[in-house]
């Protein structure tokens, strides 16, 4: 009880803005000018991108020393949040094994560890278990682990896989041999998409050139040397990748820019063949195929924006012999189609909903399956077989933990085999519901709520926590999170707004929040906030708001918007220098991210992307309190681009509310790779965000 009375004392005293608080470190100024269409800008901390320069170390450790002291009164919440998020996760558990050629493969945890197992048994789930990849010993000695393929050969003798070891999402391809447990080889560096040919011994992998495109297809045979180059996309704005039907026919070799696709194939009974170009490439048309008997299956726009679904002969597979399997309907996007032998599934979505279609195919017939919540997440989940009229699919809402379902596309009904076990969770005692915002053109923005039922959510003064990403046509869905809980539980309400530049409403929300629109991806945001505020689920001074990646852009560009809207902001590798980023060709990804963006080059687009670019638009006013994550090893969106705009607005802000940069030193985009690792983060950031609601001394 004393140390109780110590704790809350600390907390409730911790002297935030007295004189003796820990002092933020003050970058120094370099400035470096650079013109473009007559319009000069002073970049003061270009000189941090210099990862190689000790004096930039020495900065992030700088600032992490300081986001520990600003943090160091909130120890004991952080500890308690952690162990209190620990007990809702089952950390023994065992996932759903998925049938494929005859084995049983499955991944599970246990408890201490960080990594998952993965592992399989023959024949019957009663038969002993083999160990496949335990990602435990491949990260011994590492301070990341991450796994990219995972792919056994036909015959199920040997496993392709992948391994990241520092988060830069590059990734080392070997070949394991199942049947003594050695690995055989080291296959290449830097590899994206892995497919086995029916040989059981031909792998055609993909790599990535240094600006982090995956542009050439390599051919291996297991054993051998000098793999033989079978293609290379040449145009900047495409990346290349490859997979394999399900039927188990075709190799499909996917050539994909933002607005254009390419596909080619070769057969994966004759690997030596010369890929075979389908349907040539049109600027704006996309396609994505899929193979079963005698025709390939077409996701096609070419009819409307939001697609459709044909098929084709395959020998002569041109658009003049398509034949429609579903047609255009404007307000339903189809995502993606999976083909089995008698029946294709569509993930699609309408009105910011997932659903799942079914056409069977032997008689043309389609339905969907339906969904009991007002807001909820569909995923894939493993169908490794072709020949099956069973569909396996895994649901989750904000109330519902993931939940894995097996659906018989004949009989129309679906079985549920797991849903995860989460310790100490009622699921009767919370609620969701989806409410819609007035952006400022007119535009309807739907945002997903949850909260415990003992809170009134229209109190006026709830703490509430609002995110949102909106780009990339990305789809945000409202998904459990057992770590959420601890927030819950202290009477937060959480909210996700789906505003324009994903795609939640279709396609055409996506169009209608990137390039020379994508100020509608930020101002749908603030309308949903106001709503928020307006319908009385909570105040400004109670809202703490959160985004990352592009996100993490759209925190930047509203804080520089409404920066008294806001008690606090907390944002995750934050893309937030976009002019100088999208200026520089050798950063990865930046040519292809021209059709996302824009292309600063142009005079018009850059104008645009000069108006919101956070970073350059920093001024002068009251910003609210900041948490910023960068990781060093960031391969998408540089470290340098938190740090720098940390920096800057620690030097132009008017408050005294302080900004906090934590650096990961070891991890990439994703953050640390090894959940109790990530779950340490994660009781960080929940314990700012109680301290800024007022609740971190009543924890």
Do not use: C
């Amino acid at each position: 009880m004393r140390k109780a009375l110590v704790a809350f004392v600390v907390l409730l005293v911790l002297p935030l803005f007295a004189a003796d608080a820990p002092k933020p470190p003050i970058a120094k100024k370099v400035p470096k000018s650079s013109t473009i269409h007559g319009d000069t800008r002073v970049d003061d901390y270009a000189w941090i991108r210099e990862k190689s320069n000790p004096e930039v170390i020495a900065h992030l450790n700088a600032e992490n020393a300081y986001a520990e002291a600003m943090m160091a009164g909130t120890a004991p919440l952080q500890t308690s949040l952690y162990d209190e998020m620990l007990s809702h996760i089952k950390q023994t558990d065992v996932q759903v094994p998925y049938r494929n050629r005859g084995w049983y493969y499955y991944s599970r945890t246990e408890a201490g560890k960080q990594y998952p197992i993965y592992a399989r048994k023959k024949g019957t789930l009663d038969a002993p278990e083999e160990i496949t990849l335990d990602m435990n010993k491949l990260a011994e000695g590492e301070k990341f682990m991450s796994l990219g393929t995972y792919d056994t050969s036909d015959d199920g003798n040997l496993l392709a896989y992948s391994t990241d070891n520092n988060g830069y999402r590059q990734y080392t391809l070997k070949v394991r041999d199942l049947r003594t447990g050695a690995d055989l080889e080291t296959v290449a560096q830097k590899v994206g998409s892995v497919a086995w040919a029916a040989d059981n011994k031909t792998i055609f992998y993909t790599v990535e050139n240094p600006a982090k495109r995956q542009w050439r297809l390599y051919r291996h045979s297991v054993g051998g040397k000098d793999d033989p180059l079978v293609y290379e996309e040449k145009d900047e704005l495409y990346d290349l990748n490859a997979d394999r039907s399900l039927s188990g026919d075709w190799i499909f070799v996917h050539s994909d820019s933002k607005t254009t696709t390419e596909e080619r194939i070769i057969p994966a009974n004759d690997p030596a063949a010369a890929p075979r170009l389908l349907i040539a490439r049109k600027e704006g048309h996309k396609y994505y195929g899929d193979h079963r008997g005698d025709r390939f299956y077409f996701l096609t726009n070419d009819a409307g924006i939001n697609y459709r679904v044909v098929s084709a002969p395959v020998a002569d597979p041109q658009q003049k012999n398509w034949t429609e399997v579903i047609a255009y309907r404007k307000p339903v996007r189809i995502e993606s189609i999976f083909l089995f032998a008698n029946h294709l599934v569509a993930r699609e979505r309408e009105g910011g909903l997932g659903q799942l279609e079914i056409v069977d195919l032997r008689d043309g017939k389609a339905h969907r399956i339906t969904f009991p919540e007002p807001t909820y997440a569909l995923a894939g989940a493993p169908n490794a077989e072709f020949d099956t009229n069973v569909y396996r699919y895994s649901y989750n809402s904000f109330v519902t933990p993931q939940s894995v379902f097996d659906y018989d596309m004949d009989a129309r009904t679906s079985k549920l085999l797991k849903q995860t076990e989460v310790p100490g969770y009622d699921k009767s005692r919370y609620t969701s519901e989806r409410i819609w915002a007035t952006a400022s053109d007119g535009v309807k923005v739907p945002i997903s709520i949850v909260y415990k039922k003992s809170v009134d959510p229209h109190g006026g003064k709830n703490p509430l926590w609002l995110t949102a990403y909106g780009s990339y046509g990305s789809s945000s869905n409202a998904t459990f999170s057992a770590s959420r809980l601890v927030l819950l539980d202290r009477g937060v309400v959480f909210a996700l707004a789906h505003i324009r530049g994903g795609g939640d409403m279709g396609k055409e929300w996506h169009e209608a929040g990137r390039m020379m629109t994508k100020k509608n991806t930020f101002t749908d945001f603030v309308a949903a906030a106001e709503h928020l505020v307006k319908e009385k689920y909570t105040t400004p001074s109670k809202l703490v708001i959160s985004g990352g990646s592009a996100g993490g852009l759209l925190m930047g560009a509203v804080t520089n918007m409404r920066p008294d809207l806001f008690r606090a902001v907390v944002a995750y590798v934050p893309f937030v220098d976009v002019i100088n980023t999208m200026l520089d060709p050798t950063l990865p990804l930046t040519t292809q991210e021209y059709i996302e963006w824009g292309n600063p080059n142009e005079k018009a687009a850059y104008v645009y992307m000069r108006s919101y670019d956070p970073y350059s638009n920093v001024a002068k006013k009251p910003y609210p309190n900041m948490l910023v994550r960068t990781s060093l090893n960031d391969s998408q969106v540089g470290y340098w681009e938190g740090v720098k705009w940390v920096a800057k607005l620690r030097a132009n802000t008017t408050s005294t509310n302080p900004i906090l940069l934590k650096v990961n030193m070891g991890a990439g985009h994703g953050g640390a790779s090894g959940r109790y690792d990530a779950l340490k983060d994660v009781a960080f950031d929940y314990a700012y965000m109680l301290r800024q609601w007022g609740l971190a001394a009543l924890s």
